[in-house]
């Protein structure tokens, strides 16, 4: 009689592209090759005709990005506590300094009104996150940095499709770093993209993809760099190119799930509670995530019990996430509670609701319903 279990997310992938990677695997080229070639092209036309290069992951695409712009020991990155724990890893694998700036409470965002104020001699790039696709305010973001001489790395992992005053997320800027893992909006399994600016960071971008080389004629080989194993394969690009023709679609599903999720929770009951629910933003947004916030003062339960009790109604849930600044190998680097308020409030109460395309509305109503009885049953 029960519903069967809802997950947090799952990825759609249609019969074509399933019958595409069998008919990659009998090819004989199986790692990269045409089909990347093709990805990249498919993408770069998707932004507006701007350089973009595939990786076997978004996380280094982050950091490609950061040695390109010259990035290293000795200087500072401003980065969102709010976000997977990627964003400020890859600032420390290329021996920089991350510096956590607090975020703005209703969009979730690094709040661009704190970054003047943690600025040194030392800051040499941007590196904000669109949490959940809500994009960043661009405006507001590269005055910034003009204003200061700083690069910006867009860590767009989540924001593929989402729109900044009508035009695409990676169609202008600087760095824009896109992730297709299987819970982002479209996937490659793993794997990731970054657009660049012109063709000779577009060059660095292969070296630094593949073990620094470059290839002259039939037997000429040189290392410049030092570069790493980041290539994607073809199996992984084929699956990129059966995903992207449905990104509008999967997206606009997506805006009608969190509408209706809207219409369930957006209640007198919930709101005399305090449940805080993400901007109800249907322009820009991808709508990648549906994350509430639970009103931890007003409750006798913990996220974990929520968890749970979601978990035993056959519904899935997540947190996404917790605070980077709070890790061990970032304590160690001096950060500590109450650094940063705004964000170890939310990353304590945040909790992501199921939401991806095969989702019906019925799913949302009865996610929505569970929610509410917990809550209310918790009332303090
Ligand atoms: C998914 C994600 C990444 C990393 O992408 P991978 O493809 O998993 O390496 C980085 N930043 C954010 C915000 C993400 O959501």
Known sequence: MSAPFLPLTRPTIDEETIAGVADVLRSGWITSGPKVKELEAKLSEYFGGRPVRVFNSGTCTMEIALRIAGVGPGHEVITTPLSWVATSNVILEVGARPVFVDIDPVT????????????????????????????????????????????????????????????????????????????????TIEGGALVLNDER????????????????????????VVGGKFNLTDVAARVGLGQLPHLEEFNRRRRELARAYFECLDTPALRELGLGLPPADFSQTNW?????????????????????????????????????????????????????????????????????????????????????????????
């Open 288 to 380: 990648h995530m549906f994350q509430v916030v639970l009103p931890e003062e007003r409750l006798t339960i913990r996220r974990a019990d929520v968890m749970a009790k979601l978990q035993t109604a056959g519904i899935g849930s997540g947190v996404h996430y917790p605070a980077i600044h709070l890790f061990a190998v970032y304590r160690r680097l001096g950060w500590k509670e109450g650094d940063l308020p705004i964000a170890e409030r939310t990353c304590r109460n945040i909790l992501t609701l199921p939401l991806f395309p095969a989702m019906t509305r019925a799913d949302v109503q009865r996610v929505a319903e569970a929610l509410t009885a917990v809550l209310l049953a918790h009332r303090r």
């Open 108 to 187: 979730r965002n690094l709040d661009l009104d704190r970054v003047e104020a943690a600025l040194t001699p030392a800051t040499r790039a941007l590196l904000p996150v669109d949490l959940a696709g809500l994009p960043v305010d661009r405006d507001r973001l590269y005055a910034l940095a003009r204003r200061h001489g700083l690069r910006v790395v867009e860590d767009a992992a989540q924001s593929m499709g989402s729109l900044w005053r009508g035009r695409r997320i990676g169609a202008a800027g600087d760095f824009v770093s896109i992730s297709f893992h299987p819970n982002k909006n479209i996937t």
């Open 201 to 224: 960071e577009a060059k660095l971008a292969e070296q630094y993809r593949l073990q620094g080389v470059v290839r002259t004629g039939l037997d000429g080989m040189e290392v410049e």
